[in-house]
């Protein structure tokens, strides 16, 4: 059966070349109809980085843990670390699977791949940016699997044998619900339930952002700052805080960057 995909959405609007306000606005909410607790995956066949499938119909014996990310993703940037100390405790009872998707923020340098072979090559980047120690699959150019998950840039989804939907996390970065609802599935118990966090998931990457638009592009640059500007003051603001790693500037300095936001005039919403 082929996967459920928004009738609004076509494979060329997946691929979009410019990151746009409107984005943002979708990145932030799952629709009522999208995959989570208790939903059957859609079927996929997908080609991994070492040459094996990640497939639908052959999960294996283990729970999956399924996350989206690409390179310009600043919240993948900031979700990696905490993705491979879970790993680390849980990897041998729950199977880990990175989805390389669309790029979240193609600029001028890391642009958004328009072939299947550089989507591929996109992947490879990804994971040996990241030193990545799991597997890394490879969604097709238009997106099918992502696009049938309601696309965000970094979600994550805790999938049972029998291709089960059985936890969903809004963003990968947040250990502490994954670890959570890893903990439970490592030890042969039911988990039904999803995590909302979002503001601090977010703050916690925003520290990335400076390190994303040097890697993508100054293009990348202005178009955050045109679709998103309390975001672009926030991760412009982290540079303030050079001597903290980037993946805990968010958490550690979240009042201080929003009390610098508030005396520049800014109103920051993060829904």
């Not at 306000?21 to 607790?37: C, K, N, Q, V, W």
């Amino acid at each position: 059966m082929a996967p459920h995909l928004p009738a609004q959405q076509s494979g060329q609007d997946y691929r979009f070349e410019r990151f746009r306000t409107r984005l943002l606005i979708d990145d932030m909410t799952f629709g009522r109809d999208a995959l989570g607790p208790g939903s059957r995956l859609p079927e996929f066949d997908l080609p991994t980085l070492d040459g094996g499938r990640f497939t639908s119909r052959a999960l294996g014996r283990r729970p999956v843990l399924m996350v989206f990310g690409s390179r310009t993703c600043p919240v993948t940037e900031s979700a990696v670390p905490a993705l491979k100390r879970l790993h680390t405790r849980f990897g041998e009872r729950v199977r880990f699977v990175l989805v390389n998707t669309r790029e979240a923020h193609p600029g001028q340098t890391i642009r958004q791949p328009v072939t299947a072979a550089e989507k591929h090559r996109h992947a490879q980047q990804l994971r040996d940016h990241h030193g990545i120690p799991f597997e890394v699959a490879v969604d097709d150019i238009d997106g099918t699997l992502h696009r049938a998950f309601t696309p965000k840039p970094n979600s994550a989804y805790l999938v049972d044998a029998t291709g089960t939907i059985t936890f969903r996390a809004h963003w990968a970065n947040d250990e502490t619900s994954l670890h959570r609802a890893l903990e439970q599935v490592a030890s042969g118990n039911t988990v039904h339930g999803r995590s909302r966090a979002m503001a601090r998931p977010l703050l916690r990457a925003v520290g990335h952002l400076p390190g994303i638009v040097t890697a993508a592009g100054s293009r990348t640059g202005r178009d955050v700052w045109r679709a998103a500007p309390p975001l672009a003051i926030l991760g412009a603001l982290s540079r303030l805080f050079p001597r903290l790693p980037a993946d805990r500037r968010g958490p550690a300095a979240a009042a201080a960057l929003i009390a610098c936001a508030a005396t520049a005039g800014l109103v920051v919403v993060l829904v």
